[in-house]
């Protein structure tokens, strides 16, 4: 499979407790990025990598969320302490810096209880 | 306000029937436009770019109005298939090609 890959596909976790999830994107793509989309709404930014530099930050990041892109490859977004607020389809997309042919993962479903 | 606006819908229509979305932009940064479809908890796919000139493929006629600020998408002959909910979408071309999405509307297309 050539494509965006994210794991989990869903993740169940209580109110308080930390998550992470990974986004590996297509190999010869040197930006990546993270949206989050909950129900009724369309995905919003929350933030982006070129190769393993993170070079935007939404303000929808709050301090609870870190984004690591180490070795340029696969991403990972971590979610401190969370909030049903939380409860959200996370998007990874991964691109070419010169083109604009933006490539989705399946996303991760994650339900805070 | 958002930056792109659409009528969420939902819009019913019989199975044949032609349909129109359409949706406003504010952010003049946004310099190329899109639609995706999105199915029921699967990710957004790009169904088709929007140019000023118009673009068609298929079924699917797209055209943006940058004077109005005004993008739209018909849809001839709908199908069954066609039900997905279609989401406008800007892309700034400064600061990393970030997308912005409108909140989508729904389609339903009924026997």
């Known amino acids: 499979d050539t494509g965006v890959s994210q794991d989990p596909r869903h993740k169940i976790t209580k109110r308080g407790q930390n998550v992470t999830f990974r986004c590996d994107p297509i190999?010869?793509?040197?930006?990546l990025y993270w949206y989050r989309q909950t129900l009724g709404q369309g995905p919003e930014f929350l933030t982006y990598f070129q190769n393993e530099a993170q070079l935007e930050k939404s303000r929808l990041l709050s301090d609870r969320f870190s984004a690591e892109r180490p070795k340029g490859s696969f991403s990972t977004l971590e979610i401190q302490r969370t909030e049903q607020g939380d409860s959200a389809m996370y998007l990874c997309a991964s691109s070419l810096v010169q083109g604009y042919g933006y490539t989705f993962g399946s996303g991760t479903r994650l339900t805070v209880v | 306000r958002k930056e792109v606006e659409q009528d969420p819908g939902p819009f019913n229509v019989p199975e044949g029937a032609t349909v129109a979305f359409n949706c406003t932009y504010s952010?003049?940064?946004?310099?190329?436009f899109f639609w995706y479809r999105q199915d029921c908890r699967k990710e957004p796919k790009l169904l088709m770019s929007v140019y000023s000139s118009g673009n068609e493929d298929g079924r699917f006629t797209a055209q943006l109005n940058r004077a109005s600020q005004y993008i739209s998408l018909l849809i001839r002959d709908s199908k069954l298939s066609d039900s997905a909910t279609y989401l406008c979408?800007?892309?700034?071309?400064?600061?990393?090609?970030?997308?912005?999405f409108g909140t989508g509307t729904q389609l339903k297309v009924e026997l």
């Open positions: 979408v800007g892309l700034s071309r400064g600061g990393g090609n970030k997308l912005t």
């Open positions: 190999s010869e793509h040197n930006r």
């Open positions: 952010n003049s940064a946004s310099q190329s």
